[in-house]
T-cell receptor
């Protein structure tokens, strides 16, 4: 079946620290992989995506590489800011998942000055 | 890209009252549409999805129902709200790119 597993939170980091949020997946076929961000009280926004193996998605200093051999799509940022405080969701979708989107449980990040 | 509109932004309703949340889409036609619920501090729970007018799939049996009267309109309803229906409701759309676009959400508090 299809599923996404994210590291448990919450994560608390100091400003300018390095961030990694782990995400692994199980899927049939070749899914597209996504990271979404949810700021307090808001809907989800697409942060970045990768549609095939070895693709690197990047946006706003965040990066994630689609690793088929390890079925992973870990989110990284070299230097976090207070404004990065949010909940981050890893997700997958493909024609093999039918009409469904599979989300991880979300990881809450708090960045302190 | 799609833009998802939801209203109202916040809603406080008494137990036993009816509910109607509306979602509309612009920027695409014939999208797949989704309703999710997010309880406080929890992940996303898929409630319903629709692949076209009048076509609704329910993922979780519950007190809620959904309808799609027009191609770009998706409505979440309840005849009698329960306390457990409180949460953050998100509407989303998906086009051919497999990417989901989310609305701003509705915060529902049932008292």
């Amino acid at each position: 079946g299809n599923s996404v597993t994210q590291m448990e939170g919450p994560v608390t980091l100091s400003e300018e620290a390095f961030l990694t949020i782990n995400c692994t997946y199980t899927a049939t076929g070749y899914p597209s992989l996504f990271w979404y961000v949810q700021y307090p009280g808001e809907g989800l926004q697409l942060l970045l995506k990768a549609t095939k193996a070895d693709d690197k998605g990047s946006n706003k200093g965040f990066e994630a590489t689609y690793r088929k051999e390890t079925t992973s799509f870990h989110l990284e940022k070299g230097s976090v800011q207070v404004s990065d405080s949010a909940v981050y969701f890893c997700a997958l979708s493909s024609e093999n998942t039918g009409n469904q989107f599979y989300f991880g449980t979300g990881t809450s990040l708090t960045v302190i000055p | 890209s799609q833009t998802i509109h939801q209203w109202p932004a916040t809603l406080v309703q008494p137990v036993g009252s009816p509910l109607s949340l509306e979602c509309t889409v612009e920027g695409t036609s014939n999208p797949n549409l989704y309703w999710y619920r997010q309880a406080a501090g929890r992940g996303l729970q898929l409630l319903f999805y629709s692949v076209g007018i009048g076509q609704i799939s329910s993922e979780v049996p519950q007190n809620l129902s959904a309808s799609r009267p027009q191609d770009r309109q998706f409505i979440l309803s309840s005849k009698k709200l329960l306390l457990s229906d409180s949460g953050f409701y998100l509407c989303a759309g998906r086009d051919f790119s497999y990417e989901q676009y989310f609305g701003p959400g509705t915060r529902l508090t049932v008292t």
